[in-house]
């Protein structure tokens, strides 16, 4: 299984999750090691860039996803 290219540096994981360690396993294993087609962050990561991702943007979001994508484009 493939790993998800911004895993080493996703600063979700480096800031937001860095107190819940065990959501933040739940969500690498589904999304980071797997899944991360349909990660939210991963969704803007691919059409408009790094710097498009909010910080506080969790990967099961993709309604929010969806909307800030579909405001830039
Ligand atoms: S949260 Fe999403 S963008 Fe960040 S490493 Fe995991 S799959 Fe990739």
Known sequence: MSECECLEGCPF???KMAN??????????????GDFDNCAR???FEKLG?????????PNNQDRAKRIISAAT
């Not at 819940?20 to 090691?33: H, L, S």
């Not at 790094?50 to 969790?58: I, M, R, S, T, Y």
């Open 13 to 15: 994981f480096n800031d």
């Open 20 to 33: 819940m360690p065990g959501t933040a396993e739940m969500y690498k294993k589904k999304y980071c090691k």
């Open 42 to 44: 991963h969704m803007i």
């Open 50 to 58: 790094k710097p498009a991702v909010p910080g506080d943007l969790f």
